[in-house]
């Protein structure tokens, strides 16, 4: 069992900053993969950001890349979402994830554990 808590999110500007953080306990070993997916309201599930928990390697929606930073800081089981340059279509729930190791790790339904999800709503 994996518990994932994530914090961060609230009501922005256009332009704006944001960093969500997602800390797990539990019984981390058998994860290496944390992701970062968001919805919309009524609009699918969408894959964000992964990093291996292991070596530190990042993966990016495309759309995202280069707005969007993933990290982790070990020692503190915690992972980030660094958002840049937020923009009103970045409106959504977010969550992190956290899974074995896959090569689909945009996939959604790769991942066994997710935190609650936090809220982030951009206003232009």
């Known amino acids: 069992q994996v518990q994932l808590v994530e914090s961060g999110g609230g009501l922005v500007q256009a332009g704006d900053s944001l960093k969500l953080s997602c800390t797990a306990s539990g019984r981390t070993f058998s994860s290496v993969l944390m992701g970062w997916f968001r919805q919309a309201p009524g609009k699918e599930r969408e894959f964000v950001a992964a990093i291996n928990w292991r070596g530190g390697s990042t993966s990016y929606a495309d759309s995202l890349k280069g707005r969007f930073t993933i990290s982790r800081d070990v020692a503190k089981n915690t992972g980030y979402l660094q958002m840049n340059s937020l923009k009103p279509e970045d409106t959504a729930d977010y969550y992190c994830?956290?899974?074995?190791?896959?090569?689909?790790?945009?996939?959604?339904?790769?991942?066994?554990?997710w935190g609650q999800g936090t809220q982030v709503t951009v206003s232009s």
């Open positions: 994830a956290a899974g074995p190791y896959t090569m689909r790790l945009y996939a959604w339904e790769q991942y066994n554990y």
